[in-house]
């Protein structure tokens, strides 16, 4: 694992290159697409400067939803929260500095990390749909274009989460297998000359304990469907929208599954929280602060998470949609 580069002071994160070449990719892949489609390519240039910029809004705004409890906390009443959150850069941090648990609204919208999948999928569907409506284009079959391209860049943005070692890993796994569990290592900053350094390791580590390698799993599901789509779905000229509800459902399902694997707070609980063997509640989404090997060891799914809920939404969407619009009826003269 690397998590960033330093070139004269200005650091770079491996998570950040792993994205720019996810979009790479698709810029790559999208033109070729819509020329085999007849389909207009200054549409997909500007589509995809929407993609990018609705993603990350999107995932930081996600990221915001996540943590939104340790942004709005505390005893203060609501006019002195709303006054520290919106005009301090740190929050409520500001009032109380002893309090690692808080967390600025601004900072955490503008911080290097916290991206949330969700967030960055819904926004970014938003501004191409949008876009697509205003520009007159037919949404559907531009969106079967796009499609290959979003699941190859989910997976290769997933790796960034593996290399960055950003903590969007599981909990400790009970078996060892290959490439599917892996120990994160945390290192520090190591410099090479008076312009260059580079820090090994990840953001966080798991202090030794083998872990699910969740960011792993998703990548090469995402990786699964792009094949698919490549060699075979989009050739079988089925009705506009049909790869895009394949995604959904595909994507949906995915994420849905391997959440009972990765550490993250539960929306609806189903099960006790997990607590450390002494009976203390574990604390989730506290970066702050270094992890010891009982927070792996003894974390569990308690019940399902945000991403969960969202990702069932997004599939069923798929499905309804299949069925309701009769997408799998294909186009004999397309096929």
Same mark, same amino acid.
């Given at each position: ?10 650091? !770079? ?7 720019? #070449?996810a979009f790479l990719t698709a810029a790559y892949l999208i033109p070729k697409e819509l020329r ?5 390519? +200054?549409?997909?240039?500007? %589509?995809?400067?929407? #993609?990018?910029?609705?993603? $990350? !809004? ?17 005893? @203060? ?10 005009? &301090? ?21 503008? %911080? ?9 999928? #819904? ?15 037919? $949404? ?5 274009a796009f499609i290959p391209s979003m699941a190859v860049g989910y997976g290769i943005g997933r790796?960034?989460? $593996?290399?960055?070692? @950003? ?8 078996? @060892? ?32 304990? &083998?872990?699910? &390698? ?38 949906? =399902?995915?994420?849905?599954?391997? +959440? ?7 929306? !609806? ?18 970066? %702050? ?8 060891? &003894? ?13 069932? $939404? =997004? ?15 294909? @186009?004999?003269?397309? %096929?």
């Amino acid at each position: 694992m690397l998590e960033r580069f330093e070139l004269f002071g200005l650091p !770079i994160s491996t998570f950040s290159l792993l994205m720019m #070449a996810a979009f790479l990719t698709a810029a790559y892949l999208i033109p070729k697409e819509l020329r085999r489609r007849g389909l207009k390519e +200054e549409v997909g240039d500007h %589509s995809l400067l929407l #993609a990018v910029i609705g993603t $990350i !809004i999107g995932a930081k705004l996600g990221y915001v939803l996540e943590v939104w409890g340790r942004i709005w906390r505390g005893p @203060d009443e609501f006019l002195t929260k709303l006054e520290y959150v919106l005009f &301090n850069w740190h929050g409520l941090r500001v009032k109380y500095p002893m309090d690692a648990e808080y967390l600025g609204l601004w900072d955490t919208l503008f %911080s290097q990390g916290g991206l949330v999948f969700y967030g960055g999928f #819904a926004m970014g569907f938003l501004f191409l749909y949008l876009y697509l409506r205003y520009k007159k284009e037919p $949404i559907w079959s531009y969106g079967d274009a796009f499609i290959p391209s979003m699941a190859v860049g989910y997976g290769i943005g997933r790796l960034g989460c $593996i290399v960055s070692g @950003d903590g969007c890993f599981g909990y400790g796994a009970s078996v @060892d297998i290959p490439f599917l569990t892996m120990v994160y290592h945390d290192g520090s900053l190591q410099k090479l000359t008076s312009w260059f350094a580079y820090k090994p390791g990840g953001v966080m580590g798991t202090d030794g304990v &083998n872990v699910w &390698n969740t960011p792993l799993m998703e990548a090469l599901l995402s990786w699964a469907l792009f094949a698919w789509m490549m060699l075979k779905l989009r050739f079988q000229g089925f009705k506009p929208g049909f790869m895009v509800a394949v995604f959904l459902v595909w994507n949906g =399902i995915a994420r849905f599954l391997v +959440e009972f694997l990765r550490i993250n707070d539960a929306l !609806i609980p189903v099960l006790d929280h997990p607590t450390y063997q002494d009976g203390t509640p574990i604390a989730h989404h506290t970066h %702050s602060v270094q992890h010891t090997a009982a927070y792996f060891e &003894n974390w569990h799914w308690y019940g399902f998470t945000q991403s969960q809920v969202f990702g069932l $939404i =997004i599939a069923l969407a798929g499905i309804i949609w299949i069925v309701q619009k009769k997408l799998y009826v294909r @186009d004999t003269q397309k %096929s």
